[in-house]
């Protein structure tokens, strides 16, 4: 990928982090941190030509598939949909109001959203589903899956896991966005997750590590994603930062499920626009 | 029943190869024919995993799919509720969800094998169809009207192998009431409610007061959610009613019968609601359980006795 296209979607995603947080702080709710890690990620996903889709056609049979697993996450993929046209960008005023379309936890009655999430350990097991119906009908459709990492606390997600790799659903790419950290704050310090990778592989996937705040890294996870001879589900582990872009709020323990008010709003809005303007792209 | 069920669902999947059974480590003879015929297009399983199993279906149906999904009944209900609530009631994916072995089905299996709260749990889920067979005419029948449905639905399959309560009340007097979700056995100004394995001991019940020149009626309930108009005007018919059920009585049958007859302003009164005070295990046989529990033949003329006496 050229370097000015890598740039052109880092900017992109900073701009939709300033959307997502300008809407959360309107509404005084949403779950910034947790949008913000997964930013580049969603991007990516939809702006950089990864995912088939039509925005005036959610339904298109042979769309790919994305399944936000951490439904929390809603407010940005509410303003990446928004962005790539699935509906129009005034709803993002409504957020969690009275006339609201969508509140915090993601809603499949908006046009783009594929399920309803928010309980944590959901979504992997619906994707193998819809996965498993394009084997059934040899359908060429890809299902991608983002879950949080501390959602892999949940038991079901590795039910779900054998289940992907026992029917071998390589046209299945879960993702990982691997903050850290879940409410009270890191993983490793509450339940541990690692060794990750090696806890995916046993479940019998293939696994990538990336930094998830590369656009670049994400590109070389996903170049070869429709490459169906590889006989495994593929999960991309993509390290981040819970909080990414507010800088007071990285990796800060007891903001999740939150929205800066009154004078933390201006600043966290101050720094994430220091952030954005930084000029590191790569 | 269960045999009946399957093998009218095989029927049905060899016409349509959008229907998909999926199954949590089940073993029957009627689900043979479909691991031999169907194996890795129209089933599968998911291993000893409900949450799991429920979640798939839910991204099969939302796909198109017509699923079938079978566990024993305490795992598919309770193990799995919020992934039914989840993808049944918010999002109206109808899946079929078939459980076997309600009430004391299970006797000698145990405590973690009996249940006894699924009717109240999975009425609480919007949208859901529930139905509850209490032979094997009415098990084939619903079968079908499942499959048809563009609604979600659970079924309770009893594992004991109950008689076709056909002979003594022909099908054909009954069809349109069938269609309605329940059967009439009898007349009279009582009448008992009952759903299952239970209406068999209810229409023991009825011959014991036959045989004394009292006669009462016998309301199968197979259809508990939703309650037809039909059903509603036929119970409107008696006078009295007493509910029986294996079942705790805490949202359980009686409870959807005293909520029918509040919500609709039915003049029908509901006399005495019979079934599980509360929950302690024994083993023994069903019918031990069942004395114990005073939801027995016996322990039920001597409820009835103190209304009709």
Avoid at chain 1, 3 to 10: C, G, T
Avoid at chain 2, 82 to 94: A, R, S, V, Y
Wanted: with cysteine; proline share 3%.
């Amino acid at each position: 990928m050229e370097k000015e296209q890598i740039i052109k979607l880092q900017r992109k995603a900073n701009d939709f982090r300033e959307e997502t947080l300008d809407m959360c702080i309107d509404a005084g709710t949403g779950h910034v941190t947790s949008s913000f890690s997964c930013a580049e990620i969603l991007t990516s996903l939809y702006s950089g030509n990864i995912l088939k889709y039509k925005s005036d056609e959610p339904k298109w049979d042979k769309r790919d598939r994305f399944i936000l697993s951490k439904g929390q996450a809603s407010p940005i993929l509410y303003v990446t949909l928004a962005n790539a046209g699935f509906f129009p960008k005034d709803w993002l005023n409504t957020f969690c109001k009275k006339e609201a379309k969508f509140g915090v936890h993601l809603q499949n009655t908006v046009p783009g959203v594929e399920y309803s999430t928010g309980s944590l350990g959901h979504g992997l097991g619906l994707g193998a589903g819809v996965t498993l119906r394009a084997k059934i009908d040899k359908k060429n459709y890809h299902t991608f899956v983002l879950l949080g990492d501390a959602e892999l606390q949940e038991g079901s997600n590795w039910e779900s896991a054998m289940f992907a790799s026992s029917y071998n659903l390589n046209n299945l790419t879960a993702i990982v966005d691997r903050n850290g950290y879940g409410v009270l704050g890191a993983t490793e310090d509450i339940v541990k997750l690692n060794p990750l990778e090696k806890k995916f592989r046993s479940f019998g996937w293939d696994v990538k590590t990336i930094d998830g705040h590369s656009i670049k890294e994400f590109y070389e996870a996903t170049n070869n994603f429709r490459d169906y001879k590889r006989g495994k589900p593929l999960v991309i582990i993509a390290e981040t930062v819970k909080g990414k872009g507010i800088k007071s709020w990285e990796n800060k323990a007891l903001v999740h499920g939150m929205a800066p008010k009154g004078e933390d709003a201006i600043k966290l809005k101050g720094e994430l626009k220091k952030y954005s303007s930084r000029g590191e792209y790569e | 029943m269960r045999d009946t069920f399957w093998d009218r669902i095989y029927d049905i999947a060899k016409e349509d190869r959008d229907l998909v059974l999926i199954d949590a480590d089940m073993g029957a003879p009627s689900l043979d024919k479909f691991r031999e015929d169907f194996n890795g297009r129209q089933y599968f399983s998911t291993g000893i995993a409900e949450q799991n199993m429920i979640a798939v279906a839910g991204g099969l149906a939302k796909e198109g799919k017509k699923v079938f999904t079978y566990a024993i009944a305490p795992f598919i209900t309770s193990r799995c509720h919020e992934f039914t609530k989840l993808n049944c009631g918010l999002m109206k994916i109808p899946i079929n969800l078939v459980g076997v072995g309600p009430g004391f089905s299970y006797d000698d299996s145990g405590p973690t094998h009996h249940l006894t709260e699924d009717i109240s749990i999975m009425r609480a889920i919007p949208n859901l169809e529930i139905y509850c067979p209490s032979d094997n005419l009415i098990a084939k029948r619903l079968a079908k009207k499942m499959y048809c449905s563009e609604n979600p639905a659970y079924i309770r399959l009893d594992r004991e192998i109950l008689p076709n309560l056909s002979d003594q009340n022909g099908i054909s007097k009954n069809r349109e009431k069938i269609q309605a979700g329940f059967r009439e056995f009898g007349k009279g100004d009582l009448a008992i409610v009952s759903t299952g394995n239970m209406v068999h001991t209810a229409l023991e019940v009825q011959k014991y007061y036959s045989d004394k020149n009292i006669p009462i009626g016998v309301l199968d309930l197979h259809q508990l959610k939703p309650i037809s108009e039909e059903f509603k005007k036929n119970m409107s018919g008696y006078k009295n009613l007493v509910s029986l059920e294996e079942h705790l009585l805490d949202g359980g049958l009686g409870s959807i019968i005293a909520e029918t007859i509040i919500d609709n302003n039915l003049l029908v009164n509901l006399k005495k609601r019979i079934g599980l005070v509360d929950y302690v295990y024994a083993y023994g046989g069903r019918k031990n359980i069942q004395e114990l529990y005073k939801i027995d033949e016996k322990s039920v003329i001597n409820e009835i006795d103190k209304l009709i006496n």
